[in-house]
C-alpha cells in the first residue's frame, strides 16, 4: 500500500507548492490526480517517485518510507525520454541491466510484444513517432515490474486519436500485472477512462480539494450516460477547486445524480 | 506543360546526384581542385604565366617525388607526424581529464575554469620562448606547444558537453537508481559523445597548425622544416609540396579520427546523414 502522510513541499525561493496532501491508494488501485497548472500535480508525483524529497510529511510504500528513487516504483515522464544511443530494445531494458541476459532478452521481447512495436526493436528511437516513443517509454517503466507506477501527464503531448489508444493500451497493460497506478493528468475524460479514484487538487497552495470514485465497469464507455455524469461531477469539483462561480451547473449535477440510480 | 518539366529537373537532377553513391559522391570533392591545377598547368605551358613563384602541378609533383625519392619526404613527415602524436595525445588527456572534473563538479570550475580560461586568452606562440628556455630547443618544447595547442579545445568541448548534458534524461538514470560510476557510463559519456568527437577533432586541427609555428620557429627535420629551408634555398616547389603533404596527411588523421568514432554515434538525428 501507498500513503500519503501530510507530504508538504516548500521550494528554496519560499513557494509552497503541496500543503498537507494525504493519501491512501490501495495495491492495485487506479487513482487520477488532475487539477489546474500549478497546482501541485508534479510535484506530488516526484516527491512519491523520490526525485524529489518532501519538505514535510513522508511518503510510505509497504510500510517503508520513500526517500530516494524506489526499486518498486516505476515512472513515465510527459516526454518519452528514451535515450538516444541505445536501440529500442536496449532502451526497454535499461531498468534490468543487472539480470542475466537470457532473462533480459526474453523480458524485453514479451515487453514489446505487449505495446506492439516487436518489429522496432533494433530501431533507434528517433525512427519513432511521438505515440511509439510513449508506448517504448511504458514498457520501459514496466518490464522492471513495479508495485507502483507513477505517470506524469504522459499523454498530453499527443494527438487525440493516439491518447485514446495509449489509454486503453495502458489499461490492458495494467490488467497484466495490476500495479498500482498514480496517474497525473488534466484531461477529465482521461481520468475517468482510466480511474477507479479521481484527487481533485487546488493550487496555492496545491492540495486535494475533493475526491470522486468512479465506480464504471471497465472497459467504459465514453458516450455513456454515466461516463457523462462522472465528467460533470469532476468539472463541477474543478471549478468549486478554483473558487470560480461555478460554470457546470451543480443543480444539473444533483438531478442528474438522481437519475444515476441506473448506473 | 512547362509546370511539369519545370518540377522535373530537380529531380531529375537529384536522380543524378543520387546515382553516384557510396564512392562517387566523394570525389566531387575533387572537382574543383583538379580542374584548377589543370588550368594552371596550361597557362604555364602556353607561357601565359612564368611558374616561378607559383609551380605548376608537374614541378611541385616532380619535386615530390624526387623528396620522396631520397626518403626525405617519409623523414620530415615522420618526425613532424610523431610530434603531433605526441602533443596531440598529451593535449588530449590532460584537456580531458581537466574538462570531465570541471564539467561534473560546480567546485572545481569554480576553482580552475577562471585560470584556465585566461590562460586560454594568452596567444598560445607567446609561450615558445619560455617553453624554450624550460624544455629546450628540440622536441620538449615542440611537443609542449602542441599539446598547449590541442588542450583548449578539448578542455571545452568536454566541459560544455558535460554541463549541457539533458537534465531530463539523468533524472531518467536516476529514477533508475544508477550509483555514479553507472550514470557516467550508461547516461553521461554517451550523451557526450558526439561533442567529445568534434572536439578531437578540433583539437587534432589546432596540433597540426602548431606543429607548424614550433617547427618554423627551429627545427632541423619536419615537414616545417622542409617550408623554411624552401624559402631561404628560393624553391617555392619544395614550399608547396610540403604544404600538399601537410594537406594530405592532415585530412588523412581527421578523417581516421571521424571514421573511428563513426559507428558510436549512428543514433545521432543528424541534418544530413550521406
Not at chain 1, 119 to 136: D, F
Not at chain 2, 62 to 82: D, I, M, P, V
Request: positive net charge; contains cysteine.
Amino acid at each position: 500500500m501507498l500513503t500519503l502522510e501530510r507530504v508538504g513541499k516548500t521550494y528554496p525561493n519560499g513557494v509552497r507548492a503541496l500543503e498537507s496532501v494525504s493519501l491512501e491508494v490501495e495495491p492495485g488501485e487506479i487513482v487520477a490526480v488532475i487539477g489546474g497548472s500549478g497546482c501541485g500535480k508534479s510535484t506530488l508525483l516526484r516527491a512519491i517517485s523520490g526525485l524529489d524529497t518532501p519538505s514535510q510529511g513522508r511518503v510510505v510504500l509497504d510500510g517503508a518510507p520513500v526517500t530516494r528513487p524506489h526499486e518498486k516504483i516505476g515512472i513515465i515522464f510527459q516526454e518519452p525520454r528514451l535515450l538516444p544511443w541505445l536501440s529500442v530494445a536496449d532502451n526497454v531494458g535499461f531498468g534490468i541491466e543487472d539480470r542475466p541476459k537470457r532473462e533480459r532478452v526474453e523480458r524485453i521481447g514479451l515487453a514489446l510484444e505487449r505495446v506492439g512495436l516487436s518489429e522496432k526493436a533494433r530501431v533507434w528511437p528517433r525512427e519513432l513517432s511521438g505515440g511509439q516513443a510513449q508506448r517504448v517509454a511504458i514498457a520501459r517503466a514496466l518490464v522492471p515490474r513495479p508495485e507502483v507506477l507513477l505517470l506524469d501527464e504522459p499523454f498530453s503531448a499527443l494527438d487525440a486519436f493516439t491518447r485514446v489508444d495509449l489509454q486503453d493500451h495502458l489499461l490492458a497493460l495494467w490488467a497484466d500485472s495490476k500495479p498500482t497506478l498514480v496517474h497525473v493528468t488534466h484531461d477529465v475524460d482521461e481520468a475517468i477512462v482510466l480511474a477507479d479514484r479521481v484527487v481533485v487538487m487546488r493550487p496555492r497552495p496545491g492540495r486535494i480539494a475533493d475526491e470522486i470514485v468512479v465506480d464504471l465497469p471497465r472497459p467504459r464507455d465514453r458516450q455513456s450516460a454515466a461516463f457523462d455524469f462522472a465528467k460533470r461531477r469532476i468539472l463541477a469539483a474543478l471549478d468549486r477547486s478554483l473558487d470560480r462561480t461555478v460554470t457546470v451547473d451543480d443543480r444539473e449535477t444533483r438531478a442528474a445524480a438522481g437519475q444515476a440510480m441506473w448506473w | 506543360m512547362t509546370i511539369a518539366a519545370a518540377e522535373a529537373t530537380p529531380q531529375q537532377r537529384k536522380a543524378g546526384f543520387d546515382r553516384l553513391g557510396r564512392y562517387g559522391k566523394p570525389l566531387l570533392g575533387l572537382v574543383l581542385p583538379v580542374v584548377a591545377a589543370a588550368l594552371w598547368e596550361l597557362a604555364v605551358r602556353a607561357g601565359l604565366a612564368s611558374g616561378r613563384l607559383v609551380p605548376p602541378p608537374s614541378v611541385i609533383f616532380a619535386t615530390f617525388w624526387e623528396l620522396a625519392q631520397a626518403g626525405e619526404l617519409q623523414r620530415h613527415a615522420s618526425a613532424t607526424c610523431s610530434r603531433v602524436a605526441a602533443g596531440f595525445c598529451i593535449g588530449v588527456v590532460a584537456g580531458t581529464l581537466a574538462g570531465a572534473i570541471t564539467g561534473y563538479s560546480a567546485l572545481l570550475r569554480r576553482l580552475l575554469d577562471p585560470t584556465l580560461q585566461a590562460l586560454r586568452a594568452i596567444p598560445s606562440i607567446a609561450w615558445v620562448p619560455l617553453f624554450i628556455l624550460w624544455f629546450g630547443i628540440f622536441e620538449g618544447s615542440k611537443i609542449t606547444l602542441i599539446s598547449v595547442g590541442v588542450f583548449f579545445p578539448v578542455y571545452l568541448g568536454i566541459m560544455g558537453a558535460i554541463m549541457s548534458v539533458d537534465r531530463k534524461l539523468v533524472e531518467v538514470g536516476r529514477a533508475f537508481r544508477l550509483s555514479d560510476t553507472a550514470m557516467v557510463r550508461r547516461i553521461l559519456l554517451p550523451a557526450v559523445l558526439p561533442a567529445y568527437i568534434l572536439a578531437l577533432r578540433s583539437g587534432l586541427g589546432l596540433g597540426w597548425m602548431f606543429v607548424v609555428a614550433a617547427e618554423l620557429l627551429g627545427a632541423s627535420e619536419g615537414l616545417g622544416f622542409l617550408l623554411i629551408d624552401g624559402q631561404q634555398l628560393g624553391k617555392p616547389a619544395q614550399i608547396v609540396a610540403a604544404i600538399v603533404a601537410f594537406a594530405v596527411i592532415g585530412k588523412t588523421t581527421d578523417w581516421i579520427v571521424a571514421s573511428a568514432a563513426a559507428p558510436f554515434l549512428r543514433w545521432e538525428d543528424a541534418f544530413v546523414r550521406r
